[in-house]
């Protein structure tokens, strides 16, 4: 089983302000990689797919890089709807699919 | 619209079972992969099943494998979520979920709370 590893758990940025969010997988998950998004009492929603792609609907200020174990979210200026929590999931070797333990981004 | 929305979620005592369901719209449920990932409380995302779109592939997390059995009915347009032997480590917020290959999970439905408990 791959296992993904977020960090940092908590992050504290000032809103207009870059964050970036760090995804790492035990082994090679190419490019195999999504993050979503989840805000309090909401389903995730899917930002990023095949590592760098911003699904449909998803503003330019969310970014996303990396391939094989390492793997970065960026979102270049915070806006106040983008504090939430942050998840990455391979989907290279499965099963299991298996998700990182997540972000929670914070009002700094 | 594409939408997922779960049902049956409720409060059930240790070894008992429930059953959910997830009704698709917007889309042909049949065409595509579909997953039940769920969330306990405070806690992060686990998959737990996944189901081919004809419905002949199925595969269980460890977690849940002997006591979970995941179905679907294309002419309904829905999933389903068997629960047996229910633990208190079940006790979650469950989702369905549609794959898309090779792009993750979109959309997610909106959850059902499963809580188990005596």
């Known amino acids: 089983e791959i296992v993904v590893t977020q960090s940092p758990a908590t992050l504290s940025v000032s809103p207009g302000e870059r964050a970036t969010l760090s995804c790492r997988a035990s082994?090679?998950?190419?490019?195999?990689l999504a993050w979503y998004q989840q805000k309090p009492g909401q389903a995730p929603r899917l930002l990023i797919y095949?590592?760098?792609t911003r699904a449909t609907g998803i503003p330019a200020r969310f970014s996303g890089s990396g391939s094989g174990t390492e793997f970065t979210l960026t979102i270049s200026s915070l806006q106040s709807e983008d504090f939430a929590v942050y998840y990455c999931?391979?989907?290279?070797?499965?099963?299991?699919?298996?998700f990182g333990q997540g972000t929670k981004l914070e009002i700094k | 619209q594409v939408q997922l929305v779960e049902s049956g979620g409720g409060l059930v005592k240790p070894g008992g079972s429930l059953r959910l369901s997830c009704a698709a719209s917007g889309f042909t449920l049949s065409d595509y992969y579909m997953s039940w990932i769920r969330q306990a409380p405070g806690k992060g995302l686990e998959w737990v099943l996944y189901?081919?779109?004809?419905?002949?592939?199925?595969y269980y997390a460890d977690s849940v494998k002997g006591r979970f059995t995941i179905s679907r009915d294309n002419a309904k347009n829905s999933l389903y979520l068997q629960m047996n032997s229910l633990r208190a480590e079940d006790t979650a917020v469950y989702y369905c979920?549609?794959?898309?290959?090779?792009?993750?999970?979109?959309?997610w439905g909106q959850g059902t709370l499963v809580t188990v408990s005596s």
């Open positions: 189901i081919s779109s004809s419905g002949t592939t199925i």
């Open positions: 095949g590592a760098s």
């Open positions: 082994q090679s998950v190419s490019s195999n």
């Open positions: 979920a549609r794959e898309i290959v090779l792009m993750g999970f979109d959309p």
């Open positions: 999931q391979q989907y290279n070797n499965w099963p299991p699919y298996t």
